[in-house]
């Protein structure tokens, strides 16, 4: 609702004049955590600018956490994002404690496992790595003895050159690569690096649930950007990029975790241009790019950065191993020398037998092989996903890769029963709200199709659906 | 100097009266960065108390970086800890940015390693360790497709548990023990969630030069414990805990990192009651433990914690398996839950191959062999490197175990050019400036005699003596 409001033309420095008003008064301290601030139409008086521009105003302040609003009294200036995480009553009380929400809903053990976007370990290379892993003992005997260098094994990064250079059209060295542990400790460096307490973060909305974790923990002001099923509002980030001066957009534009949304390639060149205008960095997170179903997506945003404001993650965890848990950053900025600072400090280094296992299984034929026939089996789960839900009415897009559905179930379940009542039917999936950058309720859910097997697929959806007709009618 | 002042039976209201004024007035800013502060004379006048206190005030304020004295024309204000990180210029300017001060130095490529505080290679135990690869492959063979729990595999810490309790008394169950990759990133995580800007915390000088970064990335204000050769000064420390309310001591007792010190049992037991009394979480870094060359070292602080005080991080990485980065943390304390979700946050789990191929060698009778040997080793290597330094006159205290000899050299020898010739002459050591927390400097040196060969140590050392007593006579 407030997008819409903020794209038309209405002069948008009479618009950033009230914000800006608002705003330092809030920052300043003026005005107080939970404080009415004053109505519409005082402050257009005031200021003496039009009610609809204070609107607007208090609508942005609103979708940005600075103000709330309360039984429509009026607005009230939101607490302060960084207390607000210090709730904890310890012996010895701790400081930035973040939950990490997802892992909280993985930590109960179902049958119906929805809720991780994982592969099933029947559908990995088990046998073949086996393998490699005796090959990596005869080639380095003293891999154990050894640490990596911060940076990651450069055999492994020299071949992720080669390889992203052919795949992707991406320039790079071997020293513009960094190799982490899993995308998650990706996306916590480089948040570690770059965001300050109250530093503005743009999130997709919805968004990866352990980011938006990571970036809180930073004590960032996190602002949503709607993803819809051809893109972003661009009009919409580049006033966000204007107004509001964000430090980072953190996407995952291919095959979106949950929406499964790809961003076209014209909106991927643009937002390039954007980043470099308004000096606001993207991190493009790209974990599903080999997982499409027909065609290939566009060009990761990364292919078009020419001047460092891209840092694109690539985890190849999910589809190849995720027992070493390797991932790779690109980025051709400064902030290299950060990260492998920040690398150092959090871990010194990527075990280097991880690096070595997976540098031979990539390089191998087999890994080609391996994903033409994942591809196919991913494609058949989720279309027996997609046809057990057919009779439902509810709502979602058809994704053409990636591990999710991100589904629009009747607002008339109510989510929590929905949660407790298939945990207890040992079903798991993922609420809508957890996507939220917002933590907002809303009637989503994502469904992952990857990690069970075909009848336990077809079982446990019944089962859901089953559940929630129940459900909806004792309502 | 400042410690024996106060340590003095003099009273301590008094002092704390004056000591707090100074510091209140310095955080509000009424004192600003590098103001000067009133003249002892004029500020014992002011308060009616005896000069000796405010000069006892001003030289902990000075020891704890609150003051600085200038010139001898007086104490100024030290600048704020924090902001004199940020001093980043990039594009895109970053925020809590640290170096690694230590990983700098092991950059440089050298024959003569003497700066890396890691064991030899040839000394871990490889072959055998490629065949526990094999077994783990053999049970468990898709551990490569399955993530760990974010706590860790749950086989390896029932076995750690048992380990724990026959070797050192820990009485714990397997949900009090987080395993982490490497101790590196278990001091991360404890900075992280107990740390928040300008909280206190409490290091020993010497420490570990890479714990020193993770605090001063936290923004800790830390504070230097002096470690002697045969302790602690406790008065030393109760004073800093009931003054200063530090949040936490990052310790390393047992053959101390660089110096090789060994805090004795009854100042273990004092220090754990001194914890709970004033509320001080005491993080204590053993990895050095099974290090020793004739007698087991006095049991670890946390065999005395019943109140979870004391987090024990107990690294195997040195001495099993570098490349594998395993190590474990043990807390009774309810910040488990805070640790779990910065790990998951961080990384969400060590690689679950990586723990089982530990797992397996751990609970191997060979692991005792292979520390034998290892002892025996390490015990020739040290007395090698004394050898070679006998003549020289410089001075050492005798480690009776760990990896390295923390040597004090001719203050007349420019710290400066000696590093940078050694680095011509393909040697490197750890200047002792790297490892004091207020990075002052001084003319001690680490020197590690684990990692090359006793060739290479004779030859090294003989290199070094020589080119010191050369640059010493060119001055």
């Known amino acids: ?100 929400h997802l892992s909280e809903i993985h930590r109960v053990p179902v049958t119906y496992q929805f809720s991780q976007a994982l592969i099933d370990p029947n559908l990995l290379p088990n046998l073949y790595m086996s393998e490699y892993v005796k090959k990596v003992f005869d080639l380095y005997p003293k891999v154990l003895g050894t640490y990596s260098t911060v940076q990651g094994d450069e055999e492994l990064r020299e071949a ?50 352990a980011a ?32 509001l001066k964000p430090r980072l957009f953190y996407l995952n534009p291919t095959f979106h975790n949950p929406t499964g949304y790809t961003v076209p390639s014209g909106q991927r060149k643009r937002l390039v241009e954007l980043a470099e205008q308004y000096k606001c960095l993207l991190v493009e997170d790209d974990p599903f790019h080999d997982i499409y179903f027909d065609e290939e997506p566009p060009l990761p945003l990364f292919s078009y950065d020419t001047e460092g404001y891209v840092m694109y993650i690539r985890s190849f965890s999910k589809y190849v191993a995720p027992g070493l848990r390797i991932a790779a950053v690109a980025t051709r900025s400064s902030l290299m020398k950060h990260l492998l600072n920040a690398k150092s400090l959090a871990d010194n280094g990527t075990p280097l037998l991880n690096q070595k296992i ?24 989720k279309e027996i996903m997609e046809e057990e839900l057919a009779g439902t009415g509810w709502k979602w897009v058809s994704p053409k890769g990636g591990l999710n559905l991100w589904i629009k179930i009747p607002e008339t379940l109510p989510m929590k029963s929905l949660l407790e009542r298939s945990f207890d039917q040992s079903i798991s999936f993922v609420p809508g709200t957890i996507c939220d950058p917002l933590r907002e309720p809303n009637s989503w859910v994502r469904f992952s199709y990857s990690y069970i097997n075909e009848q336990q697929l077809r079982d446990g959806v019944k089962r859901f659906v089953e559940l929630s007709q129940g459900l909806e009618s004792s309502f």
Request: hydrophobic content about 35%; glycine content about 4%; aromatic content about 10%.
């Open 212 to 243: 938006i974790d990571a970036f809180q923990q930073q004590g960032a002001h996190i602002v949503p950007v709607d993803i819809y099923p051809d893109g972003y509002d661009l009009e919409q980030i580049e006033l966000y990029m204007r107004q």
């Open 1 to 100: 609702m407030g997008d819409n409001l903020l794209s038309t033309g209405h002069s948008s420095r009479l618009f950033e004049r009230v914000y800006d008003y608002i705003i330092n008064r809030i920052e300043r301290g003026e005005w107080k955590e939970h404080e009415k601030l004053p109505s519409v139409r005082l402050l257009a008086q005031e200021m003496n600018v039009h009610r609809l521009t204070v609107f607007k105003a208090y609508q942005l302040l609103k979708q940005n956490r600075k103000v709330y609003v309360k039984d429509k009294s009026g607005y009230y200036v939101y607490p302060d994002s960084i207390m607000s995480i210090n709730d904890s009553k310890d012996l010895i009380t701790s400081s930035y404690l973040q939950k990490n």
């Open 160 to 209: 992720l050159c080669e390889y992203f250079l052919k795949r992707h059209r991406f320039h790079i060295s071997a020293d513009e690569l960094l190799i982490t542990s899993g995308a998650q400790q990706a996306i916590d460096l480089i948040s570690r690096i770059v965001i300050k307490p109250k530093d503005t973060v743009l999130l997709e909305r919805p968004s990866y649930s």
């Open 358 to 381: 997976f540098l031979h299984y990539f390089s191998s034929v087999r890994l080609q092989q391996h994903l033409e026939k994942l591809r196919i089996a991913l494609h058949i789960r």
